[in-house]
């Protein structure tokens, strides 16, 4: 009795030791890190001034291995060289936290951050998804500045429609980031509160509803014009970086 005893407490012991040293993964397909620790500089050193004040907080062990399958299956959605030109790590915290608010996702060069405090607190696996495909529309943005058609975009909105912000942070502090679907926003051309932030953030809510969308949204920009119009131009985007990306891709890997 006494040596099962030992057995198991060994067993124990070797198994969070396993989990603590379990801190970063390699995607095998496309050599991206996929990181679940707080890591010395691993944001911008701008982030970490006192007004942003960066910081974040390492992932709970129990949710390393959800969160790897979450990130591998949101990678294998994109051509391998896509990746390699343009994404290094993918960060997985269990929070994220600038300007004293808490963030679901943020990106920077070649780099996304993503959060996820377990399915209790909301963070099932297809909003984690979303998060990742949200940050990276955004490093694709950033590292093909003259490929999305910006003015066109701006012309599909009604011609006194202005952003009401300079960035995300806004939208949040104000509380006017919600990602639901609204009937009446979607007339006037945007999925929601959040796409009426600035206009980076209108074509992410298209982009990460593309690699893995919410209910309906297929319909519903189907019912819309402006909206029609928008996600083809997101769709051009895309396929301006690589020919895979047809509207029949998107909508075949965008089922949950």
């Given at each position: 009795?006494?040596?099962?005893?030992?057995?198991?407490?060994?067993?124990?012991?070797?198994s969070?030791?396993s989990?603590?040293q379990?801190?970063?993964?390699?995607?095998?397909?496309?050599?991206?890190?996929?990181?679940?620790?707080?890591?010395?500089?691993?944001?911008?050193?701008?982030w970490y001034?006192e007004?942003?004040?960066g910081?974040?907080?390492?992932?709970d062990?129990?949710?390393?291995?959800?969160?790897?399958?979450?990130v591998?299956?949101?990678?294998a959605?994109?051509?391998?060289?896509?990746?390699?030109k343009?994404?290094?790590?993918?960060?997985?915290?269990?929070?994220?936290?600038?300007?004293?608010?808490?963030?679901?996702?943020?990106?920077?060069?070649?780099k996304?951050y993503?959060?996820?405090?377990?399915?209790?607190?909301?963070?099932?696996n297809?909003?984690?998804?979303?998060?990742?495909?949200?940050?990276?529309?955004?490093?694709?943005?950033?590292n093909?500045?003259?490929?999305?058609?910006n003015?066109?975009?701006?012309?599909?909105?009604?011609?006194?429609?202005?952003?009401?912000?300079?960035?995300?942070?806004e939208?949040?502090?104000?509380?006017?980031?919600?990602?639901?679907?609204?009937?009446?926003?979607?007339?006037k051309?945007?999925?929601?509160?959040?796409?009426?932030?600035?206009?980076?953030?209108?074509?992410?809510?298209f982009?990460?509803?593309?690699?893995?969308?919410k209910?309906?949204?297929?319909r519903i920009?189907?019912?819309?014009?402006?909206l029609?119009?928008?996600?083809?131009?997101?769709?051009?985007?895309y396929?301006?970086?690589?020919?895979?990306?047809t509207?029949?891709?998107f909508?075949?890997?965008?089922?949950?």
């Amino acid at each position: 009795m006494r040596n099962v005893l030992i057995y198991s407490i060994l067993f124990i012991l070797l198994s969070l030791v396993s989990n603590a040293q379990v801190r970063k993964v390699v995607d095998e397909r496309t050599g991206v890190e996929i990181i679940f620790s707080v890591e010395d500089g691993m944001f911008p050193y701008t982030w970490y001034s006192e007004q942003i004040n960066g910081k974040a907080i390492s992932l709970d062990s129990a949710e390393i291995e959800r969160s790897t399958e979450i990130v591998k299956k949101a990678l294998a959605k994109y051509p391998v060289d896509v990746i390699k030109k343009n994404l290094d790590k993918v960060y997985v915290m269990k929070s994220l936290k600038f300007f004293g608010v808490n963030y679901g996702g943020t990106n920077a060069k070649n780099k996304v951050y993503i959060a996820n405090n377990g399915t209790i607190a909301g963070y099932a696996n297809d909003f984690i998804e979303r998060s990742f495909h949200e940050e990276f529309s955004s490093v694709l943005l950033a590292n093909y500045p003259d490929v999305f058609d910006n003015k066109h975009w701006a012309g599909v909105n009604d011609i006194n429609f202005k952003y009401s912000c300079w960035n995300g942070f806004e939208a949040i502090k104000s509380g006017n980031a919600s990602e639901d679907f609204n009937e009446v926003l979607n007339e006037k051309g945007f999925l929601d509160e959040y796409g009426m932030s600035t206009m980076e953030n209108d074509m992410n809510s298209f982009a990460k509803n593309m690699f893995m969308a919410k209910s309906n949204f297929w319909r519903i920009v189907a019912q819309n014009n402006r909206l029609s119009m928008k996600l083809e131009l997101v769709v051009e985007f895309y396929k301006k970086i690589d020919k895979t990306f047809t509207l029949d891709y998107f909508k075949k890997i965008s089922a949950n």
